[in-house]
């Protein structure tokens, strides 16, 4: 390979467009996805990608495949498939912590094999909920293995996680630029990486098991668990007392004040429901009007509401004569949702949220980095990875969750639930997954037809399987697909590739370069995404491979296993949505994913050594 390329303007403009999604990934000033467009604008105004094939990350198989498995994954949590799950592994666990963290984590690193694991963390952590909800085992203890297996096992098949399902994509964009004589790269079968994944996931259960007392501390009772009773947001958040109406009378100065002005007074209690006239509703909009006659539905200490009441003008009555039906626990209730960092929600206040004309939710409190806030919550802005405190009829807090704006981690009653179609989903998943193990069949074929076959058969409704789709990951990967092809075509990675080798050492072994590519990829995905990581090295990798005689499809496959190697910052959306929930620190997440990310640097390498 000649190491001795010039740098032409095309390459210039390339590597400028890899700083500048660097720099705007790693400052967050704008949004991912608003990164994402400008640079797919970019590279169409300046020529590197031809107009025709400018719009082709859209209809690539990496994006096929990220909606296929979203949607699957929704499919099989309608059929109550992970409600069964959470009953199975409380029988088999019999109360044994150990057991439980063990069967917890195989399982969910299982799972992740076949849904990404954005959506896995999602979909487990109301099951790990329930779990610590029935056994009284702390969260903190529980789910940081869960998570690690997840992305551990992420690395099972070529659709667990984000950077493979990229990786094929980016493979066979590169051999239309590899130089003369090169062999053709082959793209990787479905279970290619399996072998890497087993030897992960089983240093990830064996690390938990062994060390996982030592590196995981016992939550106090400031830490957030989810799915506990009423003395549960008492101890936690100070939510406690007692469910009173007052009733508005000609006297109170209430009367023609708004909900968010009244919300405004001193020793005012939590104010959940509003009639006025025949309409009864919870979370009442801040600027609806309380008149004469309006009941509000409170919650406090006895006393407090009583002379609440008395200086007000207030009627108050224990018994919910108006109230009754709507603060049915089966009805409404108080849950948790984590904020992920994809959300819409981040750097805005509640008060522009709106978040109970919109949504019918009434935020009653935030819990961020161990500190729960009360005082003039509707002011805070929120931010990634925050703990909100809602309380909401169930069915709306069901239909405001489609929006993957935040992730509930309370276990409450769900919208429609399909459990007499569990055999044919099943059925239809396992089908898929023999499909995928074709040669003559690509994976996202075999994975739409899963999909195809959920929604002909009514486990899934079609608007279902639009709001399982995160539209953000997929316009995030689809626009910075082509930067990837630009890399290659443009000769800017053959460039750095043909300069970095300059600048080793003669003689430096092949398995070092791949331990420093590893490593490096790991440093870069800490700071943006494991997307933008993954589209930027995996061209790198491979013109390095070129120039050391190594192999390429080796090389790449580090670089997208790296990518995943984050068991410490929020960059991870999977570490992210689980720092909040369990009350981890920093410092917690250091200590216990450290060693974890060493471990999975060496397995990695070692393992694609002996395989390639």
């Not at 390979?1 to 010039?6: A, G, V």
């Not at 957030?224 to 100070?238: D, K, L, M, N």
């Amino acid at each position: 390979m000649d190491t001795t390329l010039n740098l032409t303007n095309d390459m210039l403009l390339v590597l400028g467009l890899v700083v500048f999604t660097m720099a705007m990934f790693l400052f967050e000033r704008i949004r991912a996805d608003v990164v994402s467009l400008v640079v797919l604008v970019l590279l169409g105004l300046t020529g590197l990608i031809a107009p025709e094939d400018l719009f082709g990350g859209f209809s690539s198989d990496a994006v096929m495949n990220v909606i296929a498995t979203m949607i699957l994954g929704a499919g099989l949590d309608r059929t109550g498939a992970l409600n069964r799950l959470a009953s199975w592994l409380l029988r088999r666990a019999n109360g044994i912590e150990e057991r439980l963290l063990l069967l917890a984590s195989g399982v969910a690193g299982l799972n992740s094999a076949i849904i990404q694991n954005t959506s896995a963390t999602a979909l487990y952590l109301p099951v790990v909920s329930r779990l610590t909800a029935r056994t009284g085992i702390s969260l903190s203890r529980l789910l940081m293995p869960v998570s690690a297996a997840i992305i551990m096992g992420g690395s099972l098949t070529m659709v667990g996680n984000s950077p493979l399902i990229l990786l094929n994509d980016l493979l066979i964009s590169a051999n239309a630029n590899m130089p003369s004589g090169a062999a053709a790269i082959e793209p990787l079968k479905m279970f290619a990486p399996l072998p890497i994944g087993l030897a992960l996931l089983a240093a990830s259960l064996a690390y938990f098991h062994f060390f996982g007392r030592r590196m995981l501390r016992e939550s106090g009772d400031e830490a957030v668990t989810p799915a506990r009773t009423q003395s549960y947001f008492a101890r936690a958040y100070g939510i406690e007392g007692e469910l009173h109406e007052l009733t508005v009378t000609a006297d109170s100065p209430m009367v023609g004040m708004s909900v968010g002005d009244a919300e405004l007074l001193a020793d005012m209690p939590l104010l959940l429901a509003l009639q006025t006239g025949n309409e009864s509703r919870l979370a009442p909009p801040a600027d609806t009007r309380i008149w004469v006659g309006s009941v509000l539905g409170v919650m406090g200490e006895r006393q407090r509401i009583a002379d609440f009441a008395q200086r007000h003008f207030l009627r108050a009555s224990s018994r919910l004569r108006v109230f009754g039906d709507l603060f049915n626990p089966s009805r409404a209730g108080i849950s948790e949702a984590v904020v992920p960092p994809t959300s819409k929600f981040i750097g805005k206040p509640q008060a522009q949220l709106r978040l109970r004309k919109q949504f019918g939710l009434s935020l009653l409190a935030i819990n961020r980095d161990k500190q729960v806030i009360r005082k003039d919550v509707r002011t805070v802005p929120i931010r990634a990875g925050d703990m909100l405190v809602l309380h909401s009829v169930w069915t709306d807090l069901a239909e405001a969750a489609k929006s993957h704006d935040f992730v509930v981690v309370t276990d409450y009653p769900k919208g429609e639930q399909r459990p007499h179609k569990f055999k044919i989903a099943m059925t239809i998943f396992a089908v898929s997954m023999l499909l995928a193990l074709s040669s003559r069949i690509p994976t996202s074929i075999a994975l739409m037809t899963g999909v195809a076959g959920m929604l002909v058969t009514g486990v899934l409704k079609m608007d279902e399987a639009y709001a399982a789709i995160s539209w953000k990951t997929v316009f995030l990967m689809a626009c910075l697909i082509p930067l990837g092809w630009a890399m290659d075509s443009s000769g800017a990675a053959a460039w750095l590739a043909g300069h970095s080798i300059d600048r080793l050492p003669d003689g430096m072994p092949i398995w070092l370069i791949t331990l420093a590519l590893a490593l490096f990829t790991t440093a870069f995905s800490l700071v943006i995404s494991h997307v933008g990581a993954t589209i930027v090295m995996v061209p790198l990798a491979i013109n390095l491979a070129l120039a050391v005689g190594g192999n390429p499809t080796a090389f790449a496959l580090i670089v997208a296993l790296s990518a995943s190697n984050n068991f410490i910052t929020a960059s991870n959306p999977s570490i992210s949505m689980i720092t909040g929930p369990a009350g981890y620190t920093a410092r917690d997440m250091w200590r216990a994913g450290a060693p974890l990310t060493l471990a999975y640097t060496v397995i990695i390498v070692a393992m694609i050594h002996l395989l390639y």
